[in-house]
């Protein structure tokens, strides 16, 4: 089965093979890591590890998050009280070298992030994704001691690199059913059919269009969601707004900047490499008057931001690094990867 970037790259169709990454043949077999490991004298098996735990703890920060924003208005009281001095604000005072990170989720420990999926009254979220919570505690205490040694400058055991990668190889296909049950996307073509569209069908349309949508998490129960699919945890609605000449692309920059005070009420910002579309995600329990309204702020935004003039292919890969990490780029899975794209999702 094909390794996740080796797919993003097919849904491109045009990335010639030569431009392949690290991650599109087996680790052990880069000369560069072996270069690498013999010119700073590293053991080759501390960087695939930090590599393996780069992958793990970026995905479970993502993951995390998408699931207690869909669930939770109050998402952000299950997370750990930052110890003083904040770690967010001590990072943020450094003015001159500031990253572009802002969620308290980036500034968690390995420990904390674990201990949010573990939590029992949080639990029915994340149980979809993982092994029985008994076998998995058995599995973390492996995992964080190998994590330990890796933060510490420590020299691996000789399996730690077997046991970190067969527990990526356990939850490969969970992260990717986190990725592709996001964008199964069920588009509302009738306006009358979904209240949100209703609303929104008036618009101008001369510069750009707006299509709604929905998707539901896996740990839902659809059975027990009122219809007509109103309001729910677990239930997320989607709005791309479109060119509506594909003469014009979005100044994915202008945009962002003119609708940043309600950002907040996102989920996420996807952008497009062909700069012809931005797609919005919303938990369905906020407030639908703040769906509605931030929508049209995104609307109005792209309307004089939707111009005659190309855009490198590469300029919303730029922007979104950029941008907070909700803001994700086209490469990102969370931004391309369907039902209808089996792969491997860690390459492992």
């Given at each position: 089965m094909e390794d996740c970037l080796c797919i993003y790259k097919e849904y491109l169709g045009n990335m010639p093979k030569s431009k392949l990454s690290i991650r599109d043949v087996p680790m052990e077999n880069s000369d560069s890591v072996k270069t690498f490991s013999e010119h700073f004298s590293l053991p080759e098996d501390t960087i695939f590890l930090y590599a393996r735990f780069w992958q793990l703890e970026t995905w479970l920060r993502q993951m995390v998050y998408i699931e207690l924003r869909s669930a939770e208005k109050d998402w952000e009281s299950y997370l750990p009280k930052p110890?003083?001095?904040?770690?967010?604000?001590?990072?943020?005072?450094?003015?001159?070298?500031?990253?572009?990170?802002?969620?308290?989720?980036?500034?968690?420990?390995?420990?904390?992030?674990?201990?949010?999926?573990?939590?029992?009254?949080?639990w029915g979220y994340f149980s979809v994704y993982f092994p029985p919570k008994d076998i998995l505690e058995v599995k973390l205490k492996e995992l964080s001691q190998i994590r330990h040694r890796v933060a510490h400058f420590r020299v691996p055991h000789k399996d730690d690199l077997r046991r970190a990668e067969q527990f990526l190889r356990d939850i490969d296909q969970s992260f990717w059913k986190l990725c592709t049950s996001y964008n199964n996307t069920r588009w509302f073509y009738d306006p009358q059919k979904n209240a949100l569209s209703e609303k929104l069908v008036k618009l101008p349309t001369h510069a750009v269009t707006v299509q709604i949508g929905r998707s539901i998490r896996p740990w839902v129960d659809v059975g027990k969601i009122d219809r007509p699919f109103i309001s729910a945890p677990g239930l997320l609605y989607h709005a791309v707004i479109v060119v509506s000449n594909f003469r014009n692309y979005l100044r994915?920059?202008?945009?962002?900047?003119?609708?940043?005070?309600?950002?907040?009420?996102?989920?996420?910002?996807?952008?497009?490499?062909?700069?012809?579309?931005?797609e919005l995600s919303f938990p369905s329990i906020l407030d639908h008057s703040i769906i509605e309204d931030t929508i049209k702020e995104f609307h109005e935004a792209a309307s004089t931001a939707a111009l005659p003039v190309p855009q490198?292919?590469?300029?919303?890969?730029?922007?979104?690094?950029?941008?907070?990490?909700?803001?994700?780029?086209?490469?990102?899975?969370?931004?391309?990867?369907?039902?209808d794209m089996p792969c491997t999702f860690f390459g492992v």
């Open positions: 110890k003083e001095p904040n770690p967010r604000e001590k990072d943020k005072r450094l003015t001159h070298m500031v990253t572009s990170q802002e969620s308290m989720l980036a500034y968690i420990t390995f420990g904390e992030l674990w201990r949010i999926i573990q939590d029992n009254a949080l994915y920059g202008d945009i962002l900047k003119f609708t940043k005070s309600c950002h907040k009420h996102c989920i996420h910002v996807k952008l497009d490499r062909l700069c012809h579309t931005i490198d292919d590469k300029e919303a890969e730029r922007i979104a690094s950029e941008w907070p990490e909700y803001v994700l780029p086209p490469s990102d899975p969370l931004s391309f990867l369907t039902p």
